[in-house]
């Protein structure tokens, strides 16, 4: 199983709302990582979790919630978003956390529109 | 600042012709990898080159890293109209994984 699979695919929320992207792999990578895509952009890295603990927070607004309760899963809780949040949501994972000498396994994204 | 700059930003190209894009750091890197992205996909790893003047191929894929780890290119031959998405570099800057940015990726369109 060399996949790393999110969900949702798609997501449209209001800005009052609460929801939660999930991401999971099998491969045992021991760090995963949270990107947003604008489109036309390149990924842009959020955060990273390097041995269940979060090793790197892009001076991400609190309105983004990481979570990683094992080192399979990887969420990312959302609340209150603004518009220009708008993006593709991309997780990835590493072998080991030496990022930019470990190749990254991206997901497939979850489309998140906010309303 | 950590830029890494990719040209061209656009290419369309007739199907059998060939395609080159480079990257270019004006910081030395400590190695860089090529991802493909396919319209409406993910971005998917194809090579990572750490030597100085390293080249390696895939088939019609040719990756080259300069001799001062400064720049790259991806050379494609023949393109196929399957070979459509975009191609980004993506660079390491230090030798800790902190510094590690993608380019802004050139868009490849090959008319059939």
């Known amino acids: 199983d060399t996949e790393v699979t999110q969900t949702p695919k798609h997501l449209v929320m209001g800005m009052t709302n609460k929801k939660s992207l999930k991401c999971e792999q099998h491969?045992?990578?021991?760090?995963m990582y949270w990107y947003k895509q604008k489109a036309k952009k390149p990924p842009e890295l959020m955060f990273v979790y390097s041995y269940e603990k979060l090793s790197i927070n892009e001076s991400v607004p609190s309105r983004f919630s990481p979570e990683c309760p094992n080192s399979s899963l990887l969420n990312l809780h959302l609340h209150a978003l603004q518009p220009e949040d708008s993006a593709l949501y991309l997780c990835?994972?590493?072998?080991?956390?030496?990022?930019?000498?470990?190749?990254?396994?991206f997901g497939s994204g979850t489309q998140l529109s906010v309303l | 600042g950590q830029q890494v700059m990719q040209i061209p930003q656009y290419q369309h190209v007739q199907e059998g012709e060939d395609f080159t894009t480079y990257c270019n750091s004006s910081?030395?890197?400590?190695?860089i990898q090529w991802y493909k992205q396919r319209p409406g996909g993910h971005p998917v790893f194809l090579i990572q080159?750490?030597?100085?003047?390293e080249v390696k191929k895939q088939k019609r894929l040719t990756f080259q890293f300069g001799e001062a780890k400064k720049n790259s290119s991806l050379h494609i031959t023949a393109t196929q109209t399957t070979d459509v998405g975009t191609y980004f570099c993506?660079?390491?800057?230090?030798?800790?994984?902190?510094?590690?940015?993608f380019g802004p990726g050139t868009r490849l369109s090959v008319l059939p």
């Open positions: 990835a994972s590493s072998r080991k956390p030496d990022r930019g000498k470990e190749k990254l396994f």
């Open positions: 080159l750490v030597k100085s003047g």
């Open positions: 993506a660079g390491l800057k230090d030798n800790y994984g902190q510094n590690f940015v």
């Open positions: 491969m045992g990578h021991r760090a």
């Open positions: 910081t030395t890197l400590s190695n």
